[in-house]
């Protein structure tokens, strides 16, 4: 997968992409991520990306041309297509579902904003969707395109080294996770629960299930009440 991020701040991104899980899905040549500065599409001597809004108001506004150079350059670099994600507070709140989808793209176009965001006229006619991170303001969109970089591409095929993980991850079965227990067995801490030494792996199974819904249950009855629930989750909430 290819996601290019459209920023005036491309070492932020680079120096995220660069670690950890996300890093080594690059290394592995799962997962590549590009950056491009619409400072490099400005005209004038100043390198301008910014306006001030027709009408008043405090903050200044990125303007088109930049915007729409970059977006064009950024599109017609592979011959797939690619949607473009503007990054903003006014978007649609970004859920596990939303990163699957993403994760399952050739190409993602993420575009960040800085001031006080961009011409409207980018939004309607230039970006296919916007997407919030959550309801707090951020200084830019950088952080939250380094959200989608790190959750889309740890979802990779091969980029974890546990195929299993992704696949126990809390909000896949729209369920909080279940609590995880290693080595010491006892210690000042508390003990792991013996059901997880049983070796009854069915049992190991239930109880997990059971830790899972009970924890979405006291700490996320909003997710509980989204999911349908079989015989066996209620069964469990129930005990
Ligand atoms: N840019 C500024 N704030 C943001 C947020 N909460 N989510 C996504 N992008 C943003």
């Not at 091969?158 to 279940?178: I, P, R, V």
Request: glycine share 10%; hydrophobic share 40%.
């Amino acid at each position: 997968m290819r996601i290019d991020v459209i920023t005036l701040f491309p070492e932020f991104i680079d120096s995220c992409a660069g670690i950890g899980v996300v890093g080594r899905a690059q290394e592995r040549g799962l997962l590549q991520v590009t950056t491009c500065n619409p400072r490099d599409f400005a005209t004038d001597n100043h390198r301008t990306v910014d306006g001030r809004p027709f009408g008043g108001g405090p903050g200044m506004l990125m303007t088109i041309g930049p915007l729409r150079d970059a977006i064009e350059s950024v599109k017609s670099a592979t011959a797939q297509s690619a949607r473009v994600v503007y990054l903003s507070p006014q978007g649609a709140r970004l859920t596990q579902e939303k990163v699957l989808e993403f994760a399952r793209m050739d190409r993602l176009i993420l575009l960040c904003g800085r001031y006080e965001g961009v011409d409207e006229r980018v939004l309607e006619k230039l970006v296919d969707e916007e997407v919030s991170i959550g309801d707090y303001v951020l200084s830019g969109g950088e952080l939250a395109a380094a959200v989608v970089i790190d959750a889309v591409g740890r979802l990779q095929d091969g980029a974890l080294n546990d195929a299993q993980s992704a696949e126990q991850d809390s909000f896949t079965d729209g369920l909080l996770d279940c609590p995880h227990y290693t080595r010491p067995v006892s210690d000042a801490l508390g003990d792991v629960p013996e059901i997880l030494m049983s070796g009854d792996h069915a049992m190991i199974r239930r109880w997990r299930r059971k830790q899972a819904l009970g924890r979405s249950w006291l700490r996320r009855p909003d997710l509980l009440a989204r999911v349908s629930l079989d015989d066996e989750a209620r069964a469990l909430l129930d005990e």
